[in-house]
Protein backbone atom coordinates (compact mmCIF):
# COMPACT_ATOMS: atom_id res chain seq x y z
CA UNK A 1 0.00 0.00 0.00
CA UNK A 2 1.70 3.51 -0.41
CA UNK A 3 1.93 5.95 1.40
CA UNK A 4 0.85 9.41 1.12
CA UNK A 5 1.88 11.72 3.85
CA UNK A 6 -1.05 13.85 3.57
CA UNK A 7 -3.31 11.33 4.47
CA UNK A 8 -1.35 9.23 6.71
CA UNK A 9 -1.17 8.86 10.32
CA UNK A 10 1.17 6.97 12.38
CA UNK A 11 -0.16 5.09 15.38
CA UNK A 12 2.33 4.13 17.98
CA UNK A 13 1.89 1.39 20.55
CA UNK A 14 4.03 1.57 23.46
CA UNK A 15 6.04 -1.03 25.22
CA UNK A 16 9.48 -3.27 25.53
CA UNK A 17 10.07 -6.38 23.69
CA UNK A 18 11.36 -9.36 25.03
CA UNK A 19 8.81 -12.44 26.22
CA UNK A 20 9.09 -11.49 30.16
CA UNK A 21 7.53 -8.52 28.97
CA UNK A 22 4.53 -9.99 26.76
CA UNK A 23 1.64 -9.93 29.69
CA UNK A 24 3.03 -6.84 32.04
CA UNK A 25 1.18 -3.52 32.31
CA UNK A 26 3.84 -1.86 30.56
CA UNK A 27 3.07 -3.18 27.02
CA UNK A 28 -0.57 -2.60 26.65
CA UNK A 29 0.32 -0.45 24.23
CA UNK A 30 2.03 -3.05 21.83
CA UNK A 31 -1.35 -4.92 22.70
CA UNK A 32 -3.15 -2.50 21.25
CA UNK A 33 -0.69 -2.07 17.92
CA UNK A 34 -1.42 -6.13 18.33
CA UNK A 35 -5.11 -5.28 17.77
CA UNK A 36 -5.55 -3.11 15.25
CA UNK A 37 -2.95 -5.04 13.02
CA UNK A 38 -5.08 -8.23 13.50
CA UNK A 39 -8.24 -6.05 12.38
CA UNK A 40 -6.72 -4.05 9.71
CA UNK A 41 -4.19 -5.53 7.81
CA UNK A 42 -4.31 -8.14 5.39
CA UNK A 43 -4.25 -11.53 6.45
CA UNK A 44 -0.75 -12.71 6.72
CA UNK A 45 0.82 -9.25 6.99
CA UNK A 46 3.86 -9.92 9.31
CA UNK A 47 5.80 -6.63 11.11
CA UNK A 48 8.55 -5.28 9.16
CA UNK A 49 11.87 -4.42 10.57
CA UNK A 50 11.90 -0.86 10.29
CA UNK A 51 12.64 2.69 12.32
CA UNK A 52 14.23 0.51 15.33
CA UNK A 53 11.00 -0.86 15.66
CA UNK A 54 8.18 -2.98 14.07
CA UNK A 55 6.06 -1.60 11.58
CA UNK A 56 2.77 -2.62 9.54
CA UNK A 57 0.89 -0.42 7.23
CA UNK A 58 -3.09 -0.89 7.22
CA UNK A 59 -6.17 1.40 6.17
CA UNK A 60 -8.72 2.50 9.23
CA UNK A 61 -11.16 4.77 8.67
CA UNK A 62 -10.34 5.76 4.97
CA UNK A 63 -6.53 6.70 6.39
CA UNK A 64 -3.49 5.22 5.19
CA UNK A 65 -1.83 4.27 8.89
CA UNK A 66 1.57 3.13 9.96
CA UNK A 67 1.05 0.48 13.21
CA UNK A 68 4.52 1.07 14.97
CA UNK A 69 5.59 -0.86 17.88
CA UNK A 70 9.11 0.28 19.24
CA UNK A 71 11.98 -2.04 19.98
CA UNK A 72 13.87 0.54 21.32
CA UNK A 73 12.65 -0.22 24.90
CA UNK A 74 10.03 2.23 26.71
CA UNK A 75 12.43 5.10 27.51
CA UNK A 76 13.94 5.64 24.31
CA UNK A 77 10.16 5.09 22.63
CA UNK A 78 10.94 8.54 20.73
CA UNK A 79 13.91 7.53 19.17
CA UNK A 80 11.86 5.11 16.94
CA UNK A 81 8.95 7.40 16.71
CA UNK A 82 10.71 10.35 15.44
CA UNK A 83 12.68 7.84 12.59
CA UNK A 84 9.36 6.39 11.51
CA UNK A 85 7.40 10.04 11.22
CA UNK A 86 10.35 10.98 9.46
CA UNK A 87 10.52 8.41 6.69
CA UNK A 88 6.65 8.64 5.71
CA UNK A 89 6.77 12.54 6.67
CA UNK A 90 4.35 12.50 9.63
CA UNK A 91 3.78 15.40 11.54
CA UNK A 92 3.27 15.47 14.80
CA UNK A 93 -0.67 16.28 14.80
CA UNK A 94 -1.38 12.72 12.98
CA UNK A 95 0.53 11.07 15.47
CA UNK A 96 -1.27 8.59 18.07
CA UNK A 97 0.52 7.15 21.16
CA UNK A 98 -1.20 4.45 22.51
CA UNK A 99 0.16 3.74 26.43
CA UNK A 100 -0.42 2.88 30.25
CA UNK A 101 -1.47 5.12 32.75
CA UNK A 102 -0.84 5.00 36.53
CA UNK A 103 -3.59 8.18 37.05
CA UNK A 104 -6.59 6.08 35.35
CA UNK A 105 -8.09 3.53 37.14
CA UNK A 106 -7.57 0.00 35.80
CA UNK A 107 -9.08 -0.47 31.84
CA UNK A 108 -10.50 3.46 32.04
CA UNK A 109 -9.81 4.58 29.01
CA UNK A 110 -9.09 8.45 28.04
CA UNK A 111 -8.06 10.47 25.15
CA UNK A 112 -5.93 13.78 25.03
CA UNK A 113 -3.62 15.52 22.70
CA UNK A 114 -0.45 17.05 24.00
CA UNK A 115 0.30 18.44 27.67
CA UNK A 116 2.37 16.86 30.13
CA UNK A 117 3.53 13.64 30.40
CA UNK A 118 2.87 12.30 34.34
CA UNK A 119 6.19 11.23 34.45
CA UNK A 120 5.73 8.18 31.35
CA UNK A 121 9.13 7.74 30.80
CA UNK A 122 7.96 6.63 26.88
CA UNK A 123 6.18 10.09 26.42
CA UNK A 124 8.90 12.04 27.87
CA UNK A 125 11.35 10.26 24.89
CA UNK A 126 8.46 10.52 22.28
CA UNK A 127 8.39 14.34 23.23
CA UNK A 128 12.29 15.12 23.36
CA UNK A 129 12.48 13.92 19.78
CA UNK A 130 10.27 15.08 18.49
CA UNK A 131 10.82 18.81 20.07
CA UNK A 132 6.65 18.68 20.09
CA UNK A 133 3.89 17.50 22.73
CA UNK A 134 1.14 17.93 20.62
CA UNK A 135 0.98 14.06 19.45
CA UNK A 136 -2.65 12.12 20.18
CA UNK A 137 -2.41 9.99 23.38
CA UNK A 138 -4.57 7.10 23.67
CA UNK A 139 -4.35 6.35 27.54
CA UNK A 140 -4.87 2.72 28.86
CA UNK A 141 -5.77 2.88 32.97
CA UNK A 142 -3.81 0.65 34.94
CA UNK A 143 -4.00 2.01 38.56
CA UNK A 144 -1.34 1.98 41.26
CA UNK A 145 -0.41 -0.84 43.70
CA UNK A 146 -0.93 -0.19 46.82
CA UNK A 147 2.43 -1.97 48.11
CA UNK A 148 4.39 -1.75 44.90
CA UNK A 149 6.37 1.09 43.31
CA UNK A 150 5.67 2.37 40.15
CA UNK A 151 8.42 0.93 38.63
CA UNK A 152 7.89 -2.42 39.10
CA UNK A 153 3.89 -2.43 38.71
CA UNK A 154 4.25 -1.15 35.34
CA UNK A 155 6.40 -3.96 34.57
CA UNK A 156 4.14 -6.56 36.79
CA UNK A 157 2.25 -9.40 34.61
CA UNK A 158 -1.86 -8.96 34.94
CA UNK A 159 -3.35 -11.19 36.80
CA UNK A 160 -4.97 -13.82 35.03
CA UNK A 161 -8.51 -13.01 36.62
CA UNK A 162 -7.77 -9.78 35.24
CA UNK A 163 -6.97 -10.47 31.57
CA UNK A 164 -10.75 -10.36 30.46
CA UNK A 165 -11.00 -6.83 31.63
CA UNK A 166 -8.12 -5.55 29.90
CA UNK A 167 -8.57 -7.93 26.84
CA UNK A 168 -11.87 -5.69 26.77
CA UNK A 169 -10.05 -2.34 27.37
CA UNK A 170 -7.56 -3.33 24.83
CA UNK A 171 -10.39 -3.52 22.33
CA UNK A 172 -11.68 -0.07 23.85
CA UNK A 173 -8.70 1.68 23.24
CA UNK A 174 -8.56 0.31 19.40
CA UNK A 175 -11.76 1.78 18.98
CA UNK A 176 -10.70 5.21 20.48
CA UNK A 177 -7.51 4.75 17.47
CA UNK A 178 -10.24 4.60 15.08
CA UNK A 179 -12.65 7.34 16.32
CA UNK A 180 -9.55 9.80 16.56
CA UNK A 181 -8.99 8.96 12.80
CA UNK A 182 -12.69 8.94 11.67
CA UNK A 183 -13.96 11.95 13.81
CA UNK A 184 -10.67 13.82 14.16
CA UNK A 185 -9.28 14.45 17.84
CA UNK A 186 -11.40 16.63 19.56
CA UNK A 187 -14.46 14.93 18.55
CA UNK A 188 -13.16 11.67 19.47
CA UNK A 189 -11.81 12.99 23.21
CA UNK A 190 -15.68 14.29 23.90
CA UNK A 191 -16.50 11.00 22.75
CA UNK A 192 -14.26 8.80 24.19
CA UNK A 193 -14.02 10.37 27.20
CA UNK A 194 -17.82 11.13 27.57
CA UNK A 195 -17.99 7.29 27.54
CA UNK A 196 -15.79 6.58 29.75
CA UNK A 197 -17.35 8.71 32.33
CA UNK A 198 -20.55 7.22 31.97
CA UNK A 199 -18.86 3.72 32.71
CA UNK A 200 -17.12 4.97 35.47
CA UNK A 201 -19.24 7.71 37.43
CA UNK A 202 -16.62 9.96 37.51
CA UNK A 203 -15.53 13.39 36.34
CA UNK A 204 -12.31 13.17 34.82
Not at 80 to 104: K, N
Not at 156 to 167: H, K
Request: some cysteine.
Amino acid sequence: MPTNPETTWLVTGLGNPGDQYTDSFHNLGFRVANRLKTLHCPEGTRWEALARGRLAKAELEGKRVILLKPQTFMNLSGESVRLAADRFGIPVERIIAVHDDLDLMPCDIRLKQGGGTAGHKGLESIIAHLHDPGFVRVRVGIGRHPHMSAEKWVLSRIPGDEEPSFARAVDEAARAVRLVLALGPELAMNETNRRSRTDDGDGD
